[in-house]
Structure formats: structure tokens, C-alpha cells
């Protein structure tokens, strides 16, 4: 089922990609208690190695092939995401205004990013707190993940100052 799955300092990530495509068609938040699957591909060997380095410092830069996928809306919010800076936040409202959209709709397309860190939905958050996170809210481990994403872009951005 996934071409990689890499150790993350929350758990695990799998990714799956079509070789013969050239594209990443999948990123995904898995427990620790997930299989680690060595790169099966040149692609996923290199998806691995960018995750690593994010995990090292969270500037670091994706210039992964990603599949085209999602609805013309989706493809605008995920857009708007990767403008976001590390160590920046932005609420579903504000990214709302700036696609064109109101902020539950903004919420699903974030639900819905097949790509999560390298379009980084972990940096739309609620108005009032922390916001859901890949469709689920509360406080297991999604949300879980996306504090330790938040913290940890925080964390260098103040190690950058």
C-alpha cells in the first residue's frame, strides 16, 4: 500500500507515489506503531529524504512532483497554503478572504489536502484556538500532530532570530 514509511518525531509518515507517474499521490500521518517500508523508488527515496530534512529544520524547502488532484477550489486553498510561512498561522477565515470562500469550506479543502507538511494545512487554524486537523478534532493524535508541527516551526523560527 505505501511506497515508503518513515520513522516522525510523532509517529510515522507512509507516502505513496506512482513511479511510472513521476508524482507523489499520497502523504499520511500514521502511529509509531506502524511498519517502517523502506523507498521502494527513486521518488519515494527522495519524498523520505525531504521529510527528514523538514524534521531537521522546518524551513526546508519540497520540490516534490505532486499529483493533480482535488476540485479547482482545493487546488486555490492548497495553493494559498504553501504561501504560508513556517512559523506562520493563518486562520480559515482570513484564508477564506484571500481564495474567495467562506472558512467551513476552507476547512474541508484543508481536510481533504492529500499532502499534509508539504502543503502545509497544520498552519490554518480556527479563529478561537487550534482548529481540527485532517478531519478530526478533540485531542488525539492528529491534533497532537499538528501542535508538534506548530511548535516545532516555531521553535526554529525563534532559533533563526
Known amino acids: 500500500m505505501y511506497s515508503a514509511v518513515m520513522d516522525a518525531p510523532f509517529g510515522k509518515v ?14 499520511e500521518f500514521l502511529p509509531a506503531s506502524a511498519a ?3 523507498p521502494n523508488c527513486a521518488l519515494a527515496e527522495r519524498a523520505t529524504q525531504q521529510l527528514a530534512r523538514y524534521f531537521d529544520a522546518s524551513g526546508a524547502p519540497f520540490d516534490l512532483p505532486l499529483a493533480d488532484v482535488g476540485t479547482p ?3 486555490r486553498v492548497w495553493q494559498a497554503m504553501r504561501a504560508i510561512a513556517p512559523g506562520d498561522m493563518l486562520t480559515y477565515g482570513a484564508l477564506a478572504q484571500q ?17 499534509p ?19 478530526h478534532a478533540g485531542d488525539g493524535f492528529y491534533l497532537r ?16 532570530l
Not at 500532530?145 to 525563534?158: F, N
Open 36 to 38: 517502517s517500508v523502506a
Open 14 to 27: 507512509g507516502l505513496r507515489v506512482d513511479a511510472a507517474a513521476g508524482v507523489v499521490q499520497l502523504i
Open 73 to 75: 477550489f482545493q487546488r
Open 145 to 160: 500532530v499538528k501542535r508538534w508541527l506548530l511548535a516545532h516551526e516555531s521553535a526554529q523560527q525563534a532559533l533563526a
Open 99 to 115: 481564495v474567495g470562500g467562506m472558512p467551513r469550506a476552507v476547512g474541508q479543502a484543508c481536510g481533504d489536502n492529500p499532502f
Open 117 to 135: 507538511i508539504v502543503i502545509p494545512c497544520h498552519r490554518v487554524v480556527g479563529a478561537g484556538g487550534l482548529g481540527g486537523f485532517a478531519h
